[in-house]
């Protein structure tokens, strides 16, 4: 839970950065299902109404990634698996998004709507599976707003007590925003 100065607010949405697209791929479909129960059984027992799943990046993929984009609602809690791994790219496909919608004000919110979509709100946390020397190309817009927790396990090793815990950890924060205490 997020802490501000009228208290804790809830955890809306959880974003998790891991693995290459070859290593989703190489996940199989029955892994894949089980993955993702898990985690959104962990993102929705701390409140969380969103839980996204993206690629640290790209990887060595030879040929286009098995994996699609997909959304799928468990235990209360929405699941976007997102195998966008450029952040860059996601960024510039919002925006020509919102010009072939002639969208007459690009702004902040604007932009925001577009790439959290279906999301309606940015991650509060993001995990991240590794080095926290090194910051995942597939994050651009989302750093600028979400709580970063790193977590030192291999994709194939993600089991959702990885992001309870990151989750733990996010609770015992004090998000200022900026502000002066």
């Known amino acids: 839970m997020t802490a501000g100065a009228a208290g804790p607010a809830a955890l809306r949405h959880v974003l998790v950065v891991a693995g290459t697209l070859a290593e989703w791929d190489a996940l199989g479909e029955q892994r894949w299902a089980e993955r993702r129960?898990?985690?959104?059984?962990?993102?929705?027992?701390?409140?969380?109404?969103?839980?996204t799943v993206r690629p640290?990046?790209?990887?060595a993929v030879s040929a286009e990634p098995a994996t699609q984009r997909m959304?799928?609602?468990h235990d209360g809690c929405t699941i976007v698996v997102d195998p966008s791994p450029d952040g860059r790219e996601r960024f510039?496909?919002?925006?020509?998004?919102?010009?072939?919608?002639?969208?007459?004000?690009?702004d902040e919110s604007?932009?925001?709507?577009?790439?959290?979509?279906?999301?309606?709100?940015?991650?509060?946390?993001?995990v991240i599976l590794g080095p926290s020397t090194q910051l995942p190309p597939s994050l651009v817009w989302e750093l600028s707003y979400s709580e970063i927790?790193?977590?030192?396990?291999?994709?194939?090793?993600?089991?959702?007590a990885h992001v309870e815990a990151a989750i733990t950890a996010y609770s015992q924060r004090h998000r200022r925003f900026g502000a002066i205490e």
């Open 56 to 59: 640290y990046e790209r990887g």
């Open 110 to 126: 604007a932009i925001t709507g577009v790439l959290m979509a279906p999301a309606p709100v940015e991650p509060d946390l993001t």
């Open 71 to 73: 959304i799928a609602l």
């Open 37 to 51: 129960r898990d985690l959104a059984r962990v993102a929705a027992a701390a409140g969380a109404m969103w839980l």
């Open 149 to 160: 927790v790193f977590v030192d396990a291999a994709w194939d090793d993600l089991a959702g």
């Open 92 to 106: 510039l496909a919002a925006v020509e998004q919102l010009r072939d919608a002639s969208v007459t004000v690009v």
